[in-house]
C-alpha cells in the first residue's frame, strides 16, 4: 500500500506558518488586604504593621496609615490569595497580642 505518510528519510523542511502552542495557564485571581479605621489603634502601631508585614517605606506607610484614618479603609496592597491571607492573619495577631481592635480583611479583585 502506498499512501500519502510522510517517508522518514525525507528531509524536505515543512511549509507554512509555524505557531506557538502555548500550554493554558490561568493568572492567578488577587486579593486586596484591606485596612479598616477605628478610635484606638494607634497611629504608630499601625504604621509599624505597613513597615514590618507589608514592606512599606516609613513615608508610604504614614500616607496608607493617614489615608485609612481619614477616609475608614484603606488598601495595605494586592496579593495571591495564600499571601493575603497569610497578611491578614499577621496583622490580626499582632492586633490581637498588642490588644488594638484594628481590623483588617481581604477582598478579592
Ligand atoms: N484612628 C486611629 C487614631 O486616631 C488611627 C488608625 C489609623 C487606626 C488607621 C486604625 O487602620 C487604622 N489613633
Redesign the pocket.
Same mark, same amino acid.
Given at each position: 500500500m502506498s499512501g500519502p505518510e510522510k517517508d522518514e528519510n525525507d528531509n524536505t523542511p515543512e511549509r507554512g506558518v509555524a505557531t506557538k502552542v502555548r500550554p493554558k495557564t490561568k493568572k492567578p485571581s488577587m486579593y486586596r488586604v484591606v485596612? $479598616?479605621?477605628?478610635?484606638?489603634?494607634?497611629?504608630e502601631f499601625?504604621t509599624s504593621i505597613l513597615m514590618g508585614i507589608f514592606k512599606k517605606s516609613k513615608e508610604d506607610a504614614m500616607k496608607i $496609615?493617614l489615608n485609612?484614618?481619614q477616609k475608614g479603609v484603606?488598601t495595605c496592597g494586592v496579593y495571591t490569595f495564600e499571601i493575603a491571607e497569610t497578611k491578614v492573619a499577621q496583622v490580626m495577631e499582632a492586633a490581637k497580642r498588642a490588644q488594638h481592635p484594628?481590623q483588617c480583611t481581604l477582598e478579592k479583585t
Open positions: 485596612l $479598616m479605621n477605628d478610635d484606638y489603634t494607634p497611629m499601625v $496609615m485609612v484614618h484603606g484594628l
